[in-house]
């Protein structure tokens, strides 16, 4: 067994996952807001990290309340932090609605060109159940809503059998919570992108349709 910290879980994986948020109450039973990194402007990326380094299974120590967790004006990333405990705590995912970032790569900027030109109103890295959507494309009919998220994906990465396991039950809880997810390969994208650019196009309108008429 290895006991790590925050900081240096990254690239690291195991069959099981013990997380102890080690944040709690004190003594007088006052819980206060002090996530440390957490509190960040990437607080909500190191904890992305930290939820996807089990193959199998994760188990969650915490004494934190997450209805005394406060998010309004709080950090990305104490949000992701409540969302995820009422997660482990109560096996449903609660609504977040995405706030959006930027890019993460040339990739999705590419991606996101496209969109745009097309017609789409898109936001890059929308937060939802705990993850980052790499491009929410938006629903012009139903102001609020998203038409589909769009997963840009490296090769080198998701070449690892248990990256494609993790990114097969991501999706599963992505759709779950009623997202309509298309991925991309970055291969693809660069070899043949007209071809790419057509199949994504297609698969909005399709997506669109399919909104207008439920």
Not at 32 to 59: C, D, M, S
Request: proline share 4%; hydrophobic share 35%.
């Amino acid at each position: 067994m290895f006991v790590k910290n925050l900081e240096n879980v990254q690239g690291d994986e195991r069959d099981v996952i013990f997380i102890s948020t080690t944040y709690g109450p004190n003594e007088q039973g006052n819980q206060f807001q002090r996530f440390g990194p957490i509190n960040g402007p990437q607080g909500h990326r190191r904890l992305n990290v930290l939820f996807t380094r089990a193959k199998r299974r994760v188990e969650v120590f915490s004494s934190l309340q997450t209805n005394n967790i406060m998010t309004d004006g709080a950090s990305w990333g104490v949000k992701v932090l409540r969302q995820y405990l009422e997660f482990a705590k109560n096996g449903t995912i609660p609504e977040m609605p995405g706030a959006g970032g930027e890019p993460d790569s040339d990739f999705e900027i590419s991606v996101g060109y496209i969109l745009k030109s097309a017609g789409y109103e898109i936001v890059p890295q929308v937060g939802v159940a705990g993850f980052s959507i790499d491009i929410g494309v938006r629903d012009s009919a139903h102001p609020g809503r998203y038409l589909a998220g769009i997963e840009c994906d490296g090769a080198a990465y998701h070449s690892a059998k248990s990256a494609r396991d993790r990114d097969r039950l991501r999706q599963e809880i992505l759709e779950s919570h009623g997202w309509n997810i298309y991925r991309i390969w970055s291969t693809d994208w660069f070899k043949n992108k007209r071809h790419e650019e057509t199949r994504l196009l297609q698969f909005l309108s399709a997506a669109r349709l399919e909104a207008a008429r439920a």
